[in-house]
């Protein structure tokens, strides 16, 4: 049972294009969804994260995007850098003690 | 320098044995967790561990086994039971309430 889907699963972009990772979840009582950022063979790493009292958080080129009427939240990458050449995850937990729900995962490719 | 650890980097086993992974962290958490990550697949929950001496099973705890007589200490054994060990073990930590997970480097283990 995947409660949180995550598109598309892999993605090219041209350096200092945006990149767009979208995700969806189905469990209302989700309030807190992180993007990891993951290098090939490394551990993941918060990148962002935002929860549901606001619409949009930015912290430099990335920014979350969150729609709370149809579940879904987005990854925008700004001025895409071939550094940000990575697997992204978004994920999403609920009160009920830090358990992460993670998506799929996208594969970005971020060309020179 | 606090931190994650998780070794070894690499392990190989052969079918029918049972091997443990290990996981430690400096940084005072009391949480913590083991994921399994399978290429193109998100990470899925195994066990995790909000206080010493306690721990639950996540999605797919079976075929695995887990530890906490430590604070700082997690240790993961794949038993033999386990149908398919091959994959990416990650181990994560966080202060209890808090929903930010901090991740090791991970254990790459293939048996053959």
């Known amino acids: 049972q995947q409660q949180v889907k995550q598109s598309p699963q892999s993605l090219i972009v041209q350096k200092g294009g945006i990149s767009i990772i979208n995700c969806a979840y189905e469990?209302?009582?989700?309030?807190?969804f992180p993007w990891y950022q993951q290098f090939p063979g490394k551990g993941p790493a918060l990148l962002i994260a935002?929860?549901?009292?606001?619409s949009e958080k930015k912290e430099g080129r990335f920014t979350i995007s969150f729609n709370k009427s149809a579940k879904q939240f987005s990854l925008h990458i700004m001025d895409s850098q071939p550094g940000d050449s990575a697997t992204y995850f978004c994920?999403?937990?609920?009160?009920?003690?830090?358990?992460?729900?993670f998506g799929g995962g996208t594969r970005l490719m971020v060309k020179p | 320098d606090g931190g994650i650890t998780q070794s070894p980097k690499y392990l190989f086993r052969k079918e029918g044995q049972n091997v443990t992974l290990s996981c430690e962290q400096n940084?005072?958490?009391?949480?913590m967790y083991w994921y399994r990550q399978d290429p193109g697949q998100g990470l899925r929950l195994i066990y995790y561990?909000?206080?010493?001496?306690?721990?639950q099973k996540g999605d797919i705890a079976e075929g695995y086994s887990v530890s906490r007589e430590k604070k700082e200490s997690f240790p993961l054994t794949v038993t033999s039971a386990q149908k398919n060990p091959t994959a990416f073990y990650l181990c994560?930590?966080?202060?209890?309430?808090?929903?930010?997970?901090?991740f090791g480097p991970g254990t790459r283990l293939t048996v053959t």
């Open positions: 994560a930590s966080s202060i209890l309430g808090n929903d930010e997970q901090y």
């Open positions: 935002i929860r549901p009292d606001v």
């Open positions: 469990n209302t009582a989700f309030d807190y």
């Open positions: 561990s909000q206080i010493v001496n306690d721990f």
């Open positions: 940084l005072n958490h009391d949480a």
């Open positions: 994920a999403a937990s609920s009160d009920a003690g830090n358990m992460l729900t």
